[in-house]
C-alpha cells in the first residue's frame, strides 16, 4: 500500500506513471468530480466519458476505446449513487486483462453503506488490474490529505519513484497518528458511530422530502454522505440552488458534475457537513426551497 496526499494525489501520481507507461487515454465516467478530470488532463491524458446507466458506468464501451486505464466509482457512483453491476464490473475485469488495462477504483465513501451487505472491492477481482483508492477525506475530514493506494505488485516500483518526485507525501506524524487510531480501533468505532448517525440524517433528510415535496425524487441513497434530489417538474437547478442559498445552504446542481448527455434537473444535497444541531433546520430550508415557501421547523437538534 502506498500513502498519499488525498485521493487526487494519488490520482496524479497513477496518471503520471500509466502516461509514462505509454497510456493516452483515460476512461472517466460520464458523470463525476471536474477536479479529477482536471488532474488526469493536466497529466497529459485526454479523457474518453463512459456513459452510466442504472447499472452504473458502461465498462462494455472500454473496449471500443483505445483508453489504456479507467477511473470508476464502483462501490457508489459519483454522484449519482448507484453501485456497479457484477456484470459491468466483470466487464472491466475483462477489459483490463485482455488489453493491460489499468482500473483505478475511487473508493471514497466505502465505510458508509446503509442499506445492503458491503459491496466487495473491484481490486479482489483482478488485483494485477485493479489500483484501490481509499482516502480519509469523508469517514474523517478532507483537511488531513491522507489516502492509500493498493498497488499492482507490476506498478508498485514506479508508483512509489513518482511519489517521491511529487514531494506531497502526508507528513509522517499524521500517518503515524492514523496508524495508531487504527490499531487502537478508534477509527472502527468512529466509523461505527457515524455511520448510524449518517443513516439517521439519510432517513430523516429522505423522509422529509418525501412528505414535503412529494414531487421531488431522491435516489443514490444506499451509501455515502449526499444524495441525488431529482427537481420537482419544471424547477430549474439554477433556481433551486439560488433558492436554496437564500436559506443559507450550499447545494449544487448535478449540472457542474455532468459532462456527456442530458439529466433531468436535480440537486446533489451532502448531508455529511451541518453540525447535529442545525441539521433539523436545514432539512427543512431545504424542503421549503424545492417547494419555494417558507421553512416551518425551528433550528434545533
Ligand atoms: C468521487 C470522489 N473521489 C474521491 C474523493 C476524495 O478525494 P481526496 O481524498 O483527494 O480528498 C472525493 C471527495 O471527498 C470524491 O467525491
Not at 431529482?230 to 457542474?256: D, F, K, N, Y
Request: proline share 6%; charged share 20%; with cysteine.
Amino acid at each position: 500500500v502506498v500513502i498519499c496526499a488525498g485521493f487526487s494525489h494519488g490520482l496524479a501520481i497513477l496518471c503520471e506513471v500509466l502516461r509514462q507507461r505509454g497510456a493516452a487515454e483515460l476512461a472517466v465516467e460520464e458523470c463525476g468530480l471536474a477536479a479529477h478530470r482536471d488532474i488526469v488532463t493536466g497529466a497529459g491524458l485526454r479523457l474518453v466519458n463512459l456513459p452510466v446507466g442504472d447499472d452504473g458506468a458502461q465498462t462494455a464501451q472500454l473496449s471500443g476505446t483505445s483508453a489504456g486505464a479507467a477511473l470508476l466509482t464502483p462501490a457508489h457512483q459519483f454522484p449519482l449513487g448507484m453501485p456497479l453491476a457484477a456484470k459491468r464490473r466483470a466487464d472491466a475485469v475483462a477489459w483490463a486483462a485482455a488489453t493491460g488495462g489499468t482500473v483505478i477504483e475511487d473508493d471514497y465513501d466505502g465505510e458508509y453503506r446503509y442499506d445492503r451487505q458491503p459491496l466487495g472491492a473491484m481490486q479482489s477481482l483482478a488485483p494485477e488490474h485493479v489500483v484501490y483508492a481509499g482516502t480519509a477525506s469523508k469517514a474523517l475530514a478532507p483537511g488531513l490529505r491522507l489516502g492509500w493506494l493498493a498497488v499492482p505488485a507490476s506498478l508498485m516500483a514506479e508508483v512509489v519513484s513518482t511519489r517521491t518526485l511529487t514531494q506531497r507525501a502526508p507528513s509522517t506524524l499524521d500517518q503515524l497518528t492514523l496508524a495508531e487510531f487504527i490499531n487502537a480501533g478508534g477509527y472502527d468505532r468512529h466509523v461505527r458511530r457515524s455511520r448510524i448517525a449518517y443513516r439517521r440524517r439519510r432517513d430523516l433528510l429522505a423522509a422529509a422530502l418525501r412528505e414535503q415535496v412529494p414531487s421531488a425524487a431522491v435516489s443514490g441513497v444506499a451509501a455515502g454522505l449526499h444524495m441525488v434530489v431529482t427537481l420537482p417538474t419544471g424547477q430549474q437547478e439554477t433556481e433551486a440552488v439560488a433558492s436554496a442559498a437564500r436559506r443559507g445552504l450550499a447545494v449544487q446542481g448535478l449540472g457542474p458534475y455532468s459532462f456527456q448527455g442530458s439529466r433531468p434537473p436535480a440537486l446533489v444535497v451532502g448531508y455529511g457537513t451541518p453540525p447535529q444541531h442545525a441539521f433539523t433546520g436545514a432539512v427543512a430550508r431545504l424542503c421549503a426551497a424545492l417547494a419555494d415557501r417558507e421553512a416551518t421547523v425551528p433550528d434545533q437538534g
